[in-house]
C-alpha cells in the first residue's frame, strides 16, 4: 500500500481525467475575468472554447497563484489519512506559488511532526511540467519509494525539453511583452516566435520564423535535436495549444511520423486558463524528454 501521494497545481495542464487515471490530485489556481473569479479547474467553469475567443474579442484575464490557507487546505485532508506528500510546484520562474506552499508546509508540520511535505520546483509549466508528473507517476506506480522519486524528480526536471511556438502576438502586446509597433509589424509578416523554457524555468525567446508552416517544421527538428536516443526516442510526448487544435495535430501528425518508437500516441491538451491568460490563442507547445536545458 502506497504511504505517500504526487500533487501538483492545475497549471501542469493535463485533462482532468489524465489526472484521475493517474491519481494525481491537483490544487487549482484562479483567474479573472470581466471583473468574474474563476478556478482554473481544466475547462470545467468555463469551457476552453468560451475562454479564448473571449479573449480574442478583446477579455484580459488576470490570474491569481494558490495561496497559503489554500495549499493548507489542499494539503491537510492527505496528511490525516497518514500519507505523505510530494508536491511539484509549477516554475518559481514565473509563479510564487512555490512560497506559498512552503509556508502551508511548515504550518502543517507542526500539527502534523510524524508526516513529510515535501515542495519540488519543476522548472516547468503547462503540459511539460504535466509530463514531469506522469513520469513521476509511473515511477510511483512501480513501487519506487518517496525519497527515490523525490531525487528522481530533481534530478530530470531539466530533461523535459519545453518548446512553444504563437501565431497570434495580440496577447504579447496586450501584456507588454512585445510594442504595438512590433505586433503590428510582426502580425503583418506573419512571424511566429519559438522559445523555450530555460535551466531556471524562463521562457525564452530563441528564434523568429515566418509563416506557420516554417515553425511547425522547425519545432519538430528541436525535438530531433534534443530528444533521448534521437529518432530512436521511446518515451512520451506532450502537446499543449490554446484554441489552435489543428495546427497541434499537425505537429503531433509530423512527431509521429519521425519517431516511430514512441511509448503513447503524442497525448494533445489545451493549454490552461492561467498559461492561456498569458499567451492567448494560437500558442502550440511541445514536450518531451531529452538532454539537459543547460
Not at 48 to 74: C, L
Not at 155 to 171: A, G, K, V
Not at 201 to 230: C, F, N, Q, W
Request: with cysteine; hydrophobic share 35%.
Amino acid at each position: 500500500m502506497r504511504n505517500y501521494v504526487l500533487t501538483c497545481c492545475s497549471t501542469a495542464d493535463l485533462s482532468r481525467e489524465r489526472f484521475e487515471s493517474r491519481e494525481i490530485p491537483y490544487v487549482c489556481f484562479h483567474y479573472h475575468m470581466d471583473g468574474v473569479e474563476y478556478p482554473d479547474d481544466l475547462g470545467e467553469s468555463m469551457s476552453f472554447e468560451d475562454f479564448y475567443r473571449r479573449m480574442a474579442e478583446g477579455a484580459m484575464p488576470t490570474t491569481s497563484q494558490v495561496n497559503v490557507e489554500q495549499f493548507k487546505n489542499f494539503f491537510e485532508p492527505f496528511l490525516i489519512k497518514e500519507l505523505d506528500i510530494l508536491h511539484v510546484t509549477t516554475s518559481s520562474a514565473l509563479s510564487g506559488a512555490g512560497n506559498s506552499a512552503m509556508v502551508a508546509r511548515a504550518e502543517l508540520l507542526e500539527k502534523y511532526p510524524k508526516r513529510r511535505i515535501e515542495i519540488i520546483n519543476s522548472r516547468g509549466a503547462s503540459s511539460g511540467y504535466g509530463l514531469l508528473m506522469d513520469l513521476a507517476a509511473d515511477l510511483r506506480d512501480m513501487g519506487v519509494t518517496y525519497d527515490e522519486v523525490r531525487q528522481w524528480i530533481k534530478d530530470n526536471r531539466l530533461r523535459i525539453h519545453h518548446w512553444f511556438f504563437s501565431t497570434d502576438l495580440t496577447s504579447y502586446y496586450r501584456g507588454g511583452r512585445i510594442s504595438k509597433t512590433s505586433c503590428l509589424v510582426g502580425s503583418a509578416l506573419n512571424i511566429c516566435p519559438l522559445l523555450n523554457m530555460d535551466e531556471e524555468g524562463r521562457l525564452t525567446p530563441r528564434a523568429k520564423y515566418r509563416g506557420k508552416r516554417r515553425v511547425i517544421r522547425e519545432i519538430v527538428k528541436r525535438m530531433e535535436e534534443h530528444a533521448a536516443d534521437g529518432l530512436d526516442y521511446s518515451g512520451k510526448c506532450f502537446i499543449s495549444h490554446s484554441a489552435c487544435y489543428e495546427d497541434a495535430r499537425e505537429v503531433a501528425d509530423l512527431v509521429e511520423a519521425a519517431f516511430p518508437k514512441l511509448a503513447e500516441p503524442v497525448l494533445i491538451n489545451s493549454v490552461g486558463t492561467v498559461i492561456g491568460s498569458h499567451t492567448g490563442p494560437g500558442t502550440v507547445a511541445l514536450f518531451f524528454a531529452g538532454d539537459r536545458r543547460e
